[in-house]
């Protein structure tokens, strides 16, 4: 029996959050699978967990300890959160990596930036087209979203076709890339589906899914009325999007300018690689002073609020020589995703102040989501008639809402929150719990999110620090007096000498007081200081600090 | 000219943010005003900008440096962001409040819970009652707001009548507390208004707001076709909605219970000053056990993901014997304020985890908000019909929002944020800037947002710490060699001695290379060993730490 083969499906990063892409499959014989990993993304740090990191990744630790049995890296399409760990994880992976044309450029940036061969990525055209990696046979089924070429795998093995979707919507006319083609869908699901694994972004989303050419004319008419300048900010990924925006500018007689890195690499991108063909002419930033402020359109990367960007230079300030005025308009051709709102109201405030006009998505007039809303999942499931249905793509309760959908259907779904590894060969059968977590980018080094590291951040961002340096003699008696630095903590004039000097009081004291053997171990005499640390500043100042105890231990010569 | 009396208005907190209201009017000569302070709230720290704050309040300094002029403080409700801060700002206030019955309650409180005297805190009836405290005649005006006995404060002074609305709401039918009357406002309006000084915290809500009383219908049709347990959780001080909440179980055959000191707090403040004189049965936690599930209603505070609030508690696992189980409902009878969305649906996730179904405010039936939204606003303006408007209690972007309604319609307005203090008596021209800011509750103590402390905290956050612990002779020759413990960094396996290890040898390599003269001082001991920190630490992990040096110098005995 045990040798019998099987269809594995367990996501890493992905279904749980949304962020972090990493889902494997798994086809072969108990214990000798051989594997392809689909999408290595990430997702982005907050003060709130993570102070100080710089992205956050799924811990990949389960295919890496198999890395001998992972036949290719798969990725759907070039967002971050599919695709920005493939070059910092590649060296634990070593293993080729397919994907689209445009989606390919995206990676092999991200491979050279971080000291890898970008030669590892392989370019593959849209289905028909197929490439057999082990026993995986794989197409790239073309599929509109917010990013040109974004793809859903059709995976065959001899247990037969899962479809996986990818980031998705049902978009007919998405401007740039391949429209939504249900007939393709249908053609390629006609034989049956083992498993549809399907995207849950927007599952609580209730009505049909706009189109992107839908926002096009509401755009036009704002850039028409505008009296002065316009700048328009949206993810620099979203290449129809910007081309929306600039052909909106060009209609209006407005010239167009591109502040920002991001925006600019992506247009680059798309060109280069044949995804789009034409887009109205660019002007360079220096040139803009000479064009009337009634005819420009700035757009402008940093629609999140990230302090970096074009959106927060602007807003600041004078930024690569622009500068907004009193009068002009400030498109959010964007949604502000959940824990960004403090930082993009910050921008929003700043605007206001210089009398800028902001227009943000509350309109629903300007922005349109790259994902399936819930009757647009429905038509997908219908199309695929797949067997099983495995929301992926998700917080745990779009999860459990997409699979609610399907079952009250009567139809089968089965919800696999990472870690979850389900045999999609029997019916989604949970066979195995695998541990799971996220490996933080910190600086340079890569460290696990249980390492400890970000915890002691944390806690002195939280209680602040306190500092002892202590000298003993070799005779084990304390030399002088205790030395009392205090970090990120207020030093309470109300008491003498401060609370430095009352911590060093009564530290010195506890220790004069201390039995010898107390003092003959390190752990004796931190265990004793931070006891009294706390005991003071708890009593001053109403907090218990981090406490750190510096012993020099004075060495017989 | 100068001992012409004037009025002036001068917002210390609450115009440029949502949270920590507090304004000043003045009335006299210029430089001999005597003042009344309205409203002393708090609002609420985040880890992105003030870790381990317990409360954030206006910095008082304007006010407590002419506090021998301050004639009375007044609140005009119950919320922390108008009454929160009255404890801990007593001591440098020191001047009599004045307030209605239910908000002094509140107001008691707080004064006991810091040590004040509650004496100094006065109940006064609402209009036509009048006090007359220096140069002010004041009036309480009763006004609908999401908390019982809500006001907004009629100004009397030589100069004339201003009416500050405090935060409030047009609705005919708040459930608990006085309604919008329009006829009222009317009458007190109608000998002219010199400046209607008006809340702005729901400029951008396009449509006429809805009452409290259109939710209930709809509440009780849910908790008639739950088929488990029903929790339900909103503001603990929205006293009309628990009822709305309460009277929807009593009708639907549910019994009550409450869990959260806050909610049982308003409840009895609530019966206790007369503000509500009815409210279903409420059973002790205890008895709930005997009480099927699907005859329970649970209110629960924490409606924003307070960690160690009920809803937290319940969403985590048993809270005080209570278990969500699957098949039950939460409902979030609240709005999610803006910066608590992570914190909210990492409950909505632990809850889906556990199988309840989690009824959210997407759909606007279970929830209305307790502001005025545009519509509301511009009834507001034509029954005052005041010369003068100026928005206060909103972000920037709601203030310059609010003016523009106004100047639209050709009547005048006038920005006036945080510190800008404007003379009503003189159509609002601005007569003076003054320095405003924030004060943190830190622990025990109050310390300036500007003192540094918060930026260490923070910078131990993103950086790390490094600790060198040096030890120097007589002589001024260090001793032994550097001590290096890093809190909050990774220890690079990769390096030889990892990072403490390498840093020390670094260390002691520069010390040892030093010229005497920069050991001398200890300045320019921790300009070297910092620089060395620096440079190692960004090479090894990529990363500049905090580097704290503590220094002990041997004594010469």
Same mark, same amino acid.
């Given at each position: 029996?045990?040798?019998? /083969?099987?269809?594995?499906?367990?996501?890493?990063?992905?279904?749980?959050?949304? @962020?972090?892409?990493?889902?494997?499959?798994?086809?072969?014989?108990?214990?000798?699978?051989?594997?392809?990993?689909?999408?290595?993304?990430?997702?982005?740090?907050?003060?709130?967990?993570?102070?100080?990191?710089?992205?956050?990744?799924?811990?990949?630790?389960? %295919?890496?300890?198999?890395?001998?049995?992972?036949? $290719?890296?798969? %990725?759907?399409?070039?967002?971050?959160?599919?695709?920005?760990?493939? #070059?910092?994880?590649?060296? *634990?992976?070593?293993?080729?990596?397919?994907?689209?044309?445009?989606? $390919?450029?995206?990676?092999? /940036?991200?491979?050279?930036?971080?000291?890898? /061969?970008?030669?590892?990525?392989?370019?593959?055209?849209?289905?028909?087209?197929?490439?057999?990696?082990?026993?995986?046979?794989?197409?790239?089924?073309? %599929?509109?979203?917010?990013?040109?070429?974004?793809?859903?795998?059709?995976?065959?093995?001899?247990?037969?076709?899962?479809?996986?979707?990818?980031?998705?919507?049902?978009?007919?006319?998405?401007?740039?890339?391949?429209?939504? !083609?249900?007939?393709?869908?249908?053609?390629?699901?006609?034989?049956?589906?083992?498993?549809?694994?399907?995207?849950?972004?927007?599952?609580?989303?209730?009505?049909?899914?706009?189109?992107?050419?839908?926002?096009?004319?509401?755009? &036009?008419?704002?850039?028409?009325?505008?009296?002065?300048?316009?700048?328009?900010?949206?993810?620099?990924?979203?290449?129809? &999007?910007?081309?929306?925006?600039? *052909?909106? $500018?060009?209609?209006?007689?407005?010239?167009?300018?591109?502040?920002?890195?991001?925006?600019?690499?992506?247009?680059? /991108?798309?060109?280069?690689?044949?995804?789009?063909?034409?887009?109205?002419?660019?002007?360079?930033?220096?040139?803009?002073?000479?064009?009337?402020?009634?005819?420009?359109?700035?757009?402008?990367?940093?629609?999140?609020?990230?302090? &970096?960007?074009?959106?927060?230079?602007?807003?600041?300030?004078?930024?690569?020589?622009?500068?907004?005025?009193?009068?002009?308009?400030?498109?959010?051709? +964007?949604?502000?995703?959940?824990?960004?709102?403090?930082?993009?109201?910050?921008?929003?405030?700043?605007?206001?102040?210089?009398?800028?006009?902001?227009?943000?998505?509350?309109?629903?007039?300007?922005?349109?989501?790259?994902?399936?809303?819930?009757?647009?999942?429905?038509?997908?499931?219908?199309?695929?008639?797949?067997?099983?249905?495995?929301?992926?793509?998700?917080?745990?309760?779009?999860?459990?809402?997409?699979?609610?959908?399907?079952?009250?259907?009567?139809?089968?779904?089965?919800?696999?929150? !990472?870690?979850?590894?389900?045999?999609?060969?029997?019916?989604?059968?949970?066979?195995?719990?695998?541990?799971?977590?996220?490996?933080?980018?910190?600086?340079?080094?890569?460290? @696990?999110?249980?390492?400890?590291?970000?915890?002691?951040?944390? *806690?002195?961002?939280?209680? @602040?620090?306190?500092?002892?340096?202590?000298?003993?003699?070799?005779?084990?008696?304390?030399?002088?007096?205790?030395?009392? *630095?205090?970090? #990120?903590?207020?030093?309470?004039?109300?008491?003498?000498?401060?609370?430095?000097?009352?911590?060093?009081?009564?530290?010195?004291?506890?220790?004069?007081?201390?039995?010898?053997? +107390?003092?003959? +171990?390190?752990?004796?005499?931190?265990?004793?200081?931070?006891?009294?640390?706390?005991?003071?500043?708890?009593?001053?100042? #109403?907090?218990?600090?981090?406490?750190?105890?510096? %012993?020099? &231990?004075?060495?017989?010569?």
């Amino acid at each position: 029996m045990t040798k019998k /083969n099987r269809l594995i499906y367990l996501p890493l990063g992905g279904a749980g959050e949304i @962020g972090m892409n990493m889902y494997l499959y798994g086809f072969g014989p108990k214990g000798k699978e051989r594997y392809i990993l689909v999408d290595v993304g990430v997702t982005f740090p907050d003060m709130d967990t993570t102070p100080g990191v710089d992205l956050i990744m799924a811990d990949p630790s389960y %295919i890496v300890e198999r890395a001998d049995r992972l036949e $290719a890296i798969i %990725i759907t399409h070039a967002h971050e959160d599919h695709v920005g760990a493939i #070059g910092l994880l590649y060296p *634990q992976l070593q293993a080729p990596i397919y994907c689209r044309k445009f989606t $390919a450029a995206i990676a092999r /940036n991200k491979m050279e930036k971080n000291g890898q /061969n970008p030669d590892h990525v392989h370019d593959v055209g849209a289905w028909p087209e197929q490439i057999t990696v082990g026993p995986f046979t794989l197409g790239f089924m073309p %599929i509109a979203h917010s990013i040109p070429e974004a793809s859903a795998l059709v995976i065959d093995t001899a247990a037969g076709r899962v479809i996986h979707t990818g980031d998705f919507k049902n978009d007919p006319n998405p401007i740039v890339g391949e429209p939504y !083609n249900p007939e393709l869908v249908r053609e390629i699901s006609k034989d049956g589906v083992l498993a549809l694994i399907c995207d849950s972004t927007n599952v609580f989303s209730p009505s049909k899914g706009r189109s992107e050419a839908d926002i096009g004319p509401a755009i &036009r008419e704002m850039m028409v009325a505008a009296k002065g300048l316009v700048a328009a900010t949206t993810f620099g990924s979203n290449v129809a &999007r910007l081309k929306t925006l600039a *052909q909106a $500018a060009a209609d209006s007689g407005r010239k167009v300018v591109v502040v920002g890195r991001a925006m600019e690499t992506m247009i680059a /991108n798309a060109f280069a690689t044949g995804v789009m063909t034409d887009f109205p002419p660019i002007l360079d930033v220096e040139e803009a002073h000479d064009v009337p402020r009634n005819k420009l359109l700035v757009l402008a990367t940093g629609s999140q609020g990230e302090r &970096r960007a074009a959106t927060a230079g602007l807003a600041r300030g004078k930024y690569r020589g622009l500068e907004l005025k009193s009068g002009d308009t400030f498109l959010f051709s +964007s949604k502000t995703i959940p824990g960004n709102e403090v930082s993009v109201a910050y921008i929003l405030n700043q605007l206001a102040e210089k009398g800028v006009n902001v227009i943000d998505d509350t309109s629903g007039l300007y922005h349109v989501s790259g994902h399936a809303n819930r009757p647009d999942l429905e038509e997908m499931h219908r199309l695929v008639n797949a067997d099983l249905v495995v929301p992926m793509h998700g917080q745990y309760r779009h999860l459990r809402e997409h699979a609610e959908i399907v079952q009250a259907k009567g139809d089968d779904a089965v919800i696999a929150p !990472n870690g979850t590894m389900i045999e999609l060969s029997h019916g989604g059968k949970h066979v195995e719990s695998v541990e799971t977590g996220r490996t933080y980018l910190d600086g340079k080094p890569l460290i @696990g999110a249980l390492d400890g590291v970000v915890r002691e951040r944390l *806690q002195m961002a939280m209680r @602040g620090h306190v500092l002892v340096s202590l000298v003993i003699e070799e005779d084990g008696e304390l030399l002088d007096g205790s030395w009392v *630095q205090t970090v #990120g903590l207020p030093d309470n004039p109300r008491v003498d000498g401060g609370l430095e000097g009352q911590l060093e009081d009564e530290i010195d004291k506890v220790l004069a007081r201390a039995k010898k053997k +107390s003092l003959a +171990s390190d752990e004796g005499i931190e265990a004793l200081v931070s006891r009294t640390s706390n005991q003071v500043c708890k009593d001053i100042i #109403g907090k218990k600090p981090v406490c750190t105890v510096l %012993i020099n &231990r004075l060495m017989v010569e």
